[in-house]
């Protein structure tokens, strides 16, 4: 998974260098003569994932980068390649400060005939009018989650949309299926789990499903033994992260990068419950704006209400995918219809797995295009294989932005 986020440009560079530590930022830019150059800039986490989006910009007459959520912060290149339009040409050109460097490229496929995923907006359409389909039937919460389990899009969670932070999204953009929370006490399986980051908080988006057609209050106004118990398990999973012995076992199973396991823990729990017709006029309610407002205030900090009706597939959780926790790590289940690969996937193709069982569960994905994901999935296992074996010696590694 692209670790600059589902919205950074095709095109930028992010590099390595021959060690093994790296991860700068390499951006197209033009020199204080107008001319064509490339600036490698430090990879710090309050840039990584702003390259190329609005919150970032070019500080006026300056190199530097500044960030207008920050005022004053600024990141200037450590390195810029005069007369370099791209980096196909930068191991050749003249540099300030620094030798001509040797460049090892890893590209996208941007063959413009290998098979694409459909289309986000013909994907909203069907996925959309299948869940209404599937609300319609009454259907059990197994169902539910069976669905949603292939449509990791429609979850919240995963980009920072729910808590605080978890803007760098989470790692492998993958939600975990039924992960178990083993540890001090007793055992806990949400149905859904995400892990987000940001630059100081691992932020866990614990989520809980129930059948739909169940009700938050009863007739008189009170709420339901159903809802009651469902709201419970939050306060089961709350009080888990208590245990210092359980945040220790969470970091060890579900931070797979070790520099992150230092990071404050601060999970979120959210409760997707009943239907949104339970609160709107004409729903046999006499007040059902006070019951809302009633509902609302149940919850409890870090606590978050949604009906099944508010789910809809998120753009910036299109390229994810589900997976299974085991006693061996984690394991494909599935991935979203939408799923691409790039230069960034052979951590994951290695970490992972064969993906064959989740491309033949997975849905809405064409035959020709499996058969691409697989290849392509073989194909950055076995570069990252390579660089992780025989790494160069000296140099620098580029791994190009861009879905295949």
């Given at each position: 998974m692209n670790a600059l986020g589902a919205d950074a440009p095709s095109g930028v560079e992010v590099i390595e260098d021959g060690q093994g530590f790296?991860?700068?930022?390499?951006?197209?830019?033009?020199?204080?003569?107008?001319?064509?150059?490339?600036?490698?800039?430090?990879r710090l986490s309050l840039l990584w994932p702003r390259i190329g989006c609005p919150a970032t910009r070019w500080c006026p007459n300056s190199p530097q980068l500044c960030c207008p959520t920050w005022?004053?912060?600024?990141?200037?290149?450590?390195?810029?390649?005069?007369?370099?339009?791209?980096?196909a040409t930068l191991g050749s050109m003249s540099t300030l400060g620094a030798e001509p460097a040797n460049i090892w490229p890893l590209l996208p496929d941007d063959d413009p005939d290998r098979p694409r995923p459909i289309a986000w907006s013909t994907y909203c359409d069907r996925v959309v009018s299948q869940w209404d389909a599937l609300l319609a039937t009454d259907p059990e919460e197994h169902e539910v989650q069976a669905f949603l389990e292939l449509h990791p899009a429609?979850?919240?969670g995963g980009s920072g949309d729910v808590g605080p932070g978890g803007h760098h999204r989470s790692e492998m953009g993958a939600v975990f299926r039924r992960p178990k929370l083993d540890g001090a006490g007793r055992t806990f399986e949400?149905?859904?789990?995400w892990v987000t980051r940001s630059t100081s908080l691992i932020t866990p988006i614990l989520v809980e499903i129930e059948k739909p057609s169940k009700r938050w209050f009863r007739a008189n106004g009170r709420p339901t033994a159903e809802f009651r118990e469902a709201h419970d398990q939050l306060n089961d999973w709350r009080a888990w992260f208590t245990y210092d012995e359980n945040k220790s076992l969470f970091r060890k199973q579900y931070l797979f990068e070790e520099c992150y396991r230092d990071r404050v823990l601060e999970p979120q729990f959210v409760l997707i419950y009943g239907r949104q017709s339970e609160f709107a006029l004409g729903g046999h309610r006499r007040h059902p704006d006070e019951l809302r407002r009633k509902r609302d205030t149940q919850r409890a900090a870090n606590e978050q209400f949604m009906t099944f009706d508010s789910l809809a597939p998120r753009y910036d959780h299109a390229n994810s995918m589900t997976l299974t926790m085991t006693s061996d790590g984690p394991r494909l289940f599935a991935f979203s219809p939408m799923y691409a690969t790039d230069a960034f996937t052979?951590?994951?193709?290695?970490?992972l797995g064969d993906p064959t069982e989740a491309l033949d569960r997975s849905v809405m994905i064409s035959k020709e295009r499996r058969k691409y994901i697989a290849a392509r999935w073989a194909y950055w296992l076995d570069v990252e294989t390579r660089i992780r074996d025989s790494p160069p010696s000296s140099g620098l590694r580029t791994r190009r932005t861009g879905l295949e």
């Open positions: 790296g991860g700068h930022v390499v951006v197209e830019a033009h020199d204080h003569e107008g001319k064509p150059c490339l600036r490698v800039y430090p005022p004053g912060y600024r990141v200037t290149p450590m390195v810029s390649y005069r007369h370099c339009a791209s980096t429609m979850i919240p949400p149905d859904f789990m052979g951590p994951d193709a290695i970490r």
